[in-house]
């Protein structure tokens, strides 16, 4: 319908929805998470989670909408069978676009537990969104270097002792943890400071991943691999919004919790090494899939 319109206005148009729709929605998440810290009663405390995350899952239908009205993206979602709202996931995806984030909520969303992620400390400042993912419960990370653990020592093993806290929350109710494995967004400037082994793919980061497993192993029902592809090149934000994106092709494929997931990634050197290389199919695997659906599109 107004996907005809030229595409700056379609890209303006959109935009002030997307606006609207998170300084509308992310401020009532932000007032229902006030009332829910005030009145300290578990059941209230319960009925404002629900509707929390039923907030959060408007705020994204909103998003498909806006996204199907200016757009006329060519959707190709497979193996979205079996999925359950009742259980609990970790979504392993690669990553080249913040786009990457709009796709995974369109496709997922009221399909499986809200997606929680793992979020830089410094995103909290971002107008709206930062304290509705505050109020969400999603965990705010603080990434240590080598060096600035060695000048500040005492600070050694703080990420992971808070990514372990928001593991304990994240059994208290069916949630999807989400983990881009290679820590930052695929480009090809980035791929040639990287060694050759994977074409499409930057190479995993497997400490992530294995302390998820091993901190919530008992209740995750299985692995959602999830790998995004986009035939017409990686969109931005604004060219996705304004209807520059014509493809879109997303592959989604449940994994089994096997035992040789879970152990102590940290102290074990023997089962550290048979992870990454378990992960290490795992992308190998995934690369090959890029390029056959690569070929497919062609």
């Given at each position: 319908m107004l996907s005809i319109l030229p595409y700056p206005v379609k890209g303006i148009l959109a935009l002030t929805v997307y606006v609207l729709n998170t300084v509308i929605l992310c401020s009532l998440v932000c007032l229902v998470a006030a009332v829910k810290f005030m009145i300290p009663v578990s059941a209230f405390r319960g009925v404002c989670t629900g509707l929390l995350t039923q907030t959060a899952a408007l705020?994204?239908?909103i998003n498909a909408v806006t996204t199907k009205l200016f757009t006329r993206i060519e959707w190709d979602v497979r193996g979205l069978e079996n999925l359950e709202r009742q259980q609990w996931y970790l979504v392993l995806s690669n990553h080249q676009s913040w786009v990457d984030i709009l796709v995974l909520q369109q496709v997922f969303n009221r399909k499986i537990p809200m997606l929680k992620f793992f979020l830089k400390k410094s995103l909290i400042r971002v107008p709206f969104l930062g304290l509705a993912w505050w109020a969400l419960e999603f965990p705010f990370m603080e990434?240590?270097?080598?060096?600035f653990i060695e000048k500040n020592p005492h600070l050694k093993g703080k990420d992971l002792e808070k990514t372990r806290r928001a593991c304990e929350k994240f059994k208290q109710m069916p949630v999807s943890v989400m983990n881009f494995v290679e820590g930052t967004r695929f480009t090809r400037k980035k791929k040639e400071n990287h060694d050759g082994e994977f074409r499409n793919l930057l190479k995993p980061k497997a400490g992530g991943t294995a302390f998820v497993?091993?901190?919530?192993?008992?209740?995750?029902?299985?692995?959602?691999?999830?790998?995004?592809?986009?035939?017409?090149?990686?969109?931005?934000?604004?060219?996705?919004?304004?209807?520059?994106?014509?493809?879109?092709?997303?592959d989604i494929e449940l994994l089994p919790i096997t035992d040789e997931l879970l152990g102590d990634y940290f102290t074990d050197p023997v089962f550290k090494k048979k992870f990454c290389d378990r992960l290490n199919r795992l992308w190998t695997e995934k690369d090959a899939k890029i390029e056959k659906l690569m070929q497919q599109a062609r």
């Open positions: 705020w994204m239908s990434r240590y270097s080598r060096q497993l091993g901190a919530m192993g008992e209740v995750l029902h299985k692995i959602i691999d999830v790998t995004i592809v986009y035939p017409d090149g990686t969109p931005s934000f604004w060219e996705y919004i304004s209807g520059r994106c014509k493809r879109v092709i997303v």
